[in-house]
């Protein structure tokens, strides 16, 4: 398996961030990808990674979909591109409607639609050849204008691989039929066969290509405890963020973190956590929130534990893991990264 990391741009001291992914190359990962939620631009953020780096693989993780123009989103991934000399993946999401209306006061209906459209006008710009675009959400030229169809002046020397973020069933079966990975979380291996890897193979039987061609890349964070009672301990401290992503992530009705947890064997709870959570008790939904639904979605534990974790999400089927180093410091962070590559490429 290969390893990864996510970064992103607005979440520590500048020099600390850069100091942290130019030490990972060092260590040997494979791709560094740079989030954006509602911090940092991700663009700014990788272009100067870019120049900070040499082997490296960078990506981002994800590029909102409807904050961009799709072809804002092609020039982008062409120029981060040919200015790594190829070793840029784009990586695109529909994000939430939290984000999406809420931050950027775009509409986040229909973000399927729109998903498909993007990586259509996207590969297209990337051909170098004349964009016009007739969709429903996309349209290009511009409807009712006296404008023609234009080609963009630069072209990828290198091929740009999409991922997709996804986890609701239509988007993955999108992502089987038209990505070249899956950025996945909240990944219970054990459940992953119907919760997930059903709609991705769907659609990837609907392009007529195989798991093969998919780079199914899934995130949890790394902790490596020295005992049970560390772990233990480990796992009470993040229940308050699982019950955030379980409660509070989304809007009041469309929240697919708690979607994914209850097609995975905790729809009972999840709700119970939701409903705590939406009704102003933190504390009570974080008690919700169980051990063994912390465990399942992350790689906490002592060096056995985890080892033995990584063969589970192998023969579940993930290819590249990206690891969410725990540590209060940045040496600490690293020296878990650096412990969590060795067993991910062991495995």
């Known amino acids: 398996m290969r390893a990864a990391t996510t970064v992103e741009g607005s979440g520590q001291p500048w020099g600390e961030l850069v100091e942290f992914v130019t030490e990972a190359e ?12 509602w911090g940092a631009d991700a663009v700014s953020v990788l272009g100067h990674l870019t120049a900070r780096t040499t082997t490296l693989r960078l990506g981002s993780a994800v590029l909102q979909l409807g904050t961009r123009s799709a072809v804002a989103v092609a020039q982008a991934a062409i120029s981060l591109s040919n200015m790594s000399d190829g070793r840029f993946s784009l990586g695109l999401g ?22 498909d459209e993007t990586v259509q006008v ?10 016009a675009f007739d969709g429903r959400e996309i349209r ?4 009712g204008s006296a404008t023609r169809p234009m080609r963009l002046s630069s072209t990828p020397r290198h ?7 996804s986890m609701s069933p239509k988007m993955l079966e999108l992502t089987g039929r038209v990505a070249d990975g899956w950025l996945g979380t909240s990944f219970v291996p054990e459940g ?28 949890a964070e790394l902790a490596l405890l020295d005992d049970e009672d560390a772990v233990a301990a480990h796992v009470s401290s993040r229940k308050q963020e699982l019950a955030f992503s379980l409660g509070g992530m989304g809007s009041s009705d469309t929240n697919f973190y708690n979607a994914a947890y209850a097609r ?11 409903e705590a959570w939406q009704g102003g008790d933190r504390a009570g939904a974080a008690a919700l929130v169980t051990d063994e639904m912390v465990l399942a979605t992350t790689l906490i534990g002592t060096e056995t534990m985890v080892r033995d974790r ?33 067993l991910v490429h062991a495995a």
């Open 310 to 342: 990584l063969a589970v999400w192998r023969a579940a089927g993930v290819d590249t893991v990206r690891i969410y180093p725990a540590g209060g410091d940045l040496a600490s962070r690293l020296d878990t990264l650096a412990r969590g590559i060795a």
């Open 192 to 219: 992953s066969g119907e919760a997930y890897f059903a709609h991705l193979d769907a659609g990837l039987a609907a392009a007529g290509r195989t798991r093969a061609e998919l780079d199914v890349c899934q995130g």
């Open 264 to 274: 995975q064997g905790w729809a009972d709870v999840a709700a119970a956590v939701r």
């Open 122 to 131: 996207i590969r297209a710009a990337m051909s170098g050849e004349r964009i």
């Open 26 to 37: 060092r260590l040997g990962l494979d791709i560094c990808w740079v989030a954006e939620a």
């Open 140 to 143: 290009i030229p511009r409807p």
């Open 94 to 115: 529909a994000s939430g409607p939290q984000v999406i209306e809420g931050l950027h006061g775009v509409a986040f209906d229909r973000p399927l639609r729109r998903a």
């Open 159 to 165: 091929p740009i691989p999409i991922y997709l973020a």
